[in-house]
């Protein structure tokens, strides 16, 4: 049962990637016109705005991808000794 879930998982998550992509497809064929980026004194050179929100779109997958990993580190807890409810602390006598 499991591994269907898995499955449906990953098809939703296909069909759901592939809508993007196709969006971002259809849009960039559309507007043609070449943009530039303008942050403070720095200006991009001119793209279209579709290969423009590619690149955006590529690197925020790869930043949401690699994010979880580079902050794993700080979610470490403390390791605590497991304990049994019925264990006293001794050794199990197996000649009984």
């Known amino acids: 049962m499991l591994n269907m879930l898995q499955i449906l998982a990953n098809i939703i998550i296909s069909i759901v990637v592939g809508f993007w992509i196709g969006a971002i497809a259809i849009f960039s064929i559309q507007n043609i016109t070449a943009v530039s980026l303008k942050f403070l004194l720095w200006e991009?050179?001119?793209?279209?705005?579709?290969?423009?929100?590619?690149?955006?779109v590529g690197g925020g997958f790869i930043v949401g991808g690699l994010l979880p990993f580079l902050l794993k580190p700080f979610k470490r807890k403390k390791k605590r000794p497991l304990r049994s409810p019925i264990d006293d602390g001794g050794y199990f006598d197996f000649d009984n």
């Open 44 to 56: 991009s050179i001119k793209l279209p705005i579709g290969v423009l929100l590619s690149f955006c």
